[in-house]
Nanobody, 126 residues
Framework: QVQLVESGGGLVQAGGSLRLSCAAS????????MGWFRQAPGKEREFVAA????????YYADSVKGRFTISRDGAENTVYLQMNSLKPEDTAVYFC???????????????????WGQGTQVTVSS
């Protein structure tokens, strides 16, 4: 059974940093695409960043490019999202997701991911 468990959220002032972690278990993820999404109150879930576990290619939403970095630790089966220069508009629940190699849909869209974590709240105060 696949489990994704996020941690690292919290309250931070604008300009500050947080690092989110996503511990993945229950599967070999070497061919998966791992994604981070976020959802603010009253808004749709939106793409933040993605990483191809094999090869390490990374992709970012324009709104976070240059501020956020997605990475992985293969030995620990963990994906990270380092968030710097945080802004109040980054406030949201952040979700980790895994797309299996059988799923050929775009990494941008939530519907093409097979597994989800429970989410972790990030609040950025002005």
């Amino acid at each position: 059974q696949v489990q994704l468990v996020e941690s690292g959220g919290g309250l931070v002032q604008a300009g500050g940093s947080l690092r989110l972690s996503c511990a993945a278990s229950g599967r070999t993820f070497s061919r998966y695409t791992m994604g981070w999404f976020r959802q603010a109150p009253g808004k749709e879930r939106e793409f933040v960043a993605a990483l191809r576990w094999s090869g390490g290619s990374t992709y970012y939403a324009d709104s976070v490019k240059g501020r956020f970095t997605i990475s992985r630790d293969g030995a620990e089966n963990t994906v990270y999202l380092q968030m710097n220069s945080l802004k109040p508009e980054d406030t949201a629940v952040y979700f980790c997701a895994a797309q299996s190699p059988r799923n050929s849909g775009s990494y941008i869209y939530p519907r093409f991911y097979d597994y989800w974590g429970q989410g972790t709240q990030v609040t950025v105060s002005s």
